[in-house]
């Protein structure tokens, strides 16, 4: 959950940024995760639209997500770039799982079988 301290010396874009950043880097926020947009963001903290806009380009520069216009602003997988198609194929399991209607732990049994060679 994001939130921002109106009455932290810390300005609204940086909040916004470390929690974000932080959000990735623990994982919590996985590569190919789609964000809000700039406008549902700003009205979901109260924040301006410019300070959202700001965060996300900040974070693209830095290779944290990417916009893809139309699509939306995404999470970008990080690590080298076997870790960056193990992220991304986690997620598209993690997506056919859920439309599978598959209980996650089972999910997950079957990907530790898999990875142990039976």
């Keep these: 959950m994001l ?6 010396p810390v300005p609204p874009f940086e909040q916004l940024r470390l929690q974000l950043l932080e959000q990735v880097k623990s994982g919590e ?4 995760t789609k964000l809000p947009t700039v406008r549902r963001l700003a009205e979901d903290l109260g924040i ?3 300070t959202v ?3 996300y380009r900040e974070l693209e520069a830095d290779g944290f997500i990417e916009t893809r216009g139309r699509n939306g602003t995404l999470v970008s ?3 080298d770039a076997s870790e ?6 986690a997620r598209v399991y993690a997506e056919r799982v859920r439309t599978l209607g598959v209980d996650p732990e089972v ?3 079957w990907v530790t079988r898999a990875l142990a060679g039976s």
């Design 3 to 8: 939130v921002i301290n109106p009455k932290s």
């Design 29 to 32: 926020l996985a590569a190919g």
């Design 77 to 79: 997988a990080q690590g």
């Design 53 to 55: 806009a700001r965060t």
């Design 107 to 109: 999910a997950l049994a």
């Design 84 to 89: 960056q198609q193990v992220q991304l194929a």
């Design 48 to 50: 301006a639209p410019n």
